[in-house]
């Protein structure tokens, strides 16, 4: 999930008039073991963590948890509300927004070993402190669309191992055929930034203080999704402009969707015809998420206790891990081993949903970087702006290392 960042100046000036209304007072600083606990989300996404919240009282017996759900401007509004004094107890929060957050949130203690991998706990990790507890993953695996497979007369991928991406760009070339709104593309419209991934680069340096999308494997890897685009075995971004994506594969227009994470199952489960299944994101995958709880640096006492208590419950308890998955709804991957099943029984065994336990047990995670939503969005506009990345039609290995010099110098000042 990428949310947007406001200055904290901006959110003292908001503070007055812009909180959500169900933002609860906040409790921080009392005597009270009570708590209380914001986070954003779907229905669904929501609807698991009240589920988490209310196993917490129930093995708790005595403790309310008040949980309060920000549908929109989730970061703005949290923000406002630390302006304010008025922030809940505990927060949700992504890894790549933590570090904007960490003179608000009090260090924690987290055991590596209790989750799938140490990258889950890393996370959440900024200049070597813990700031939140892990509690959901969102890796990315792929769909692939087993019929147009079959017509074509290609062999499925490995529902284990993933393709080289030279195995993918020809696999993608193979299953493209046709013309104009009739065409149907090997391949989803694919994203630069997970595919430098995918190819072995990072945006950022390992601890986010100069990017790194310009050096040769970025500008390889741009170079790739601008060849699979003029092969036409990808759609462009002002192809799928307004479109979704999800809804192309289900018309058939797509035989690989490539940007498969867990909030996608219950789309795809309304899916039967076409027939298709899941399997690893090609080369090293895409960036996983993982979101975290985080506690307010204000709380103390009784309350700080139960806080501690509730983000270790909820980050490495079954009981609340399993309440990630609500029906066919998947907030996020259980990061513990213990939970891995859970997910994957969602739906029949010939989905492969279990292509998301082998995703979360080998996922990348990149640094946190304070101004990462203005750093990451500039760079990204110059390249959309200037090379075939977006509209443009400038040479992607002039323009790479120019932006790329930009970037590190904006995370300097």
Sequence with gaps: MKLRLIPVA?????????????????????????????????????????????????????????????????????????????????????????????????????????????????????????????????????????????????????????????????????????????RVFGSSNLYYRGWLTAAGGSYYNADGTACTFGDETGVKAAQYVIDLQNQKSAPTSTDIQGQDQAQWFAAGRLAMFSDFGPWTVADFAKISKPNWTLVPVPGKGFQMEVDGLAISKKATGKQLETAKKFVEFAGTQQVAQDQLIQGNTALGVPVIAASSGTLEKVLPADRNLAAFTTALKTGVVGPSVVKENQVSGDAEKGMNSYTALGTGKDDVAKVLPDLMAKCTAALKK
């Design 10 to 182: 901006a959110a003292l000036v908001l503070a007055a008039g812009c909180a959500t209304s169900s933002q609860p007072a906040s409790n921080t600083n009392s005597d009270s073991a009570d708590i209380t606990f914001s986070f954003w989300g779907t229905n669904s996404e929501a609807a698991s963590l009240k589920a988490i919240a209310a196993a917490f009282e129930q093995a708790n017996p005595g403790t309310k948890v008040t949980t309060n759900w920000i549908q929109a401007d989730y970061e703005q509004k949290v923000l406002t509300s630390i302006a304010g004094g008025t922030q809940s107890t505990v927060m949700e929060i992504s890894n790549n927004s933590l570090a904007g957050f960490v003179p608000s949130f009090a260090e924690q203690q987290v055991d590596p070993g209790k989750y799938v991998q140490p990258n889950i706990s890393s996370a959440l990790q900024f200049q070597g402190k813990y700031y939140a507890m892990p509690f959901a993953a969102k890796p990315k695996v792929m769909a692939i669309n087993v019929d147009a497979f079959k017509a074509a007369g290609v062999p499925l991928p490995s529902a284990t191992t993933p393709l080289t991406l030279d195995e993918f760009k020809t696999l993608a070339a193979k299953l493209s055929h046709g013309d104009g709104k009739a």
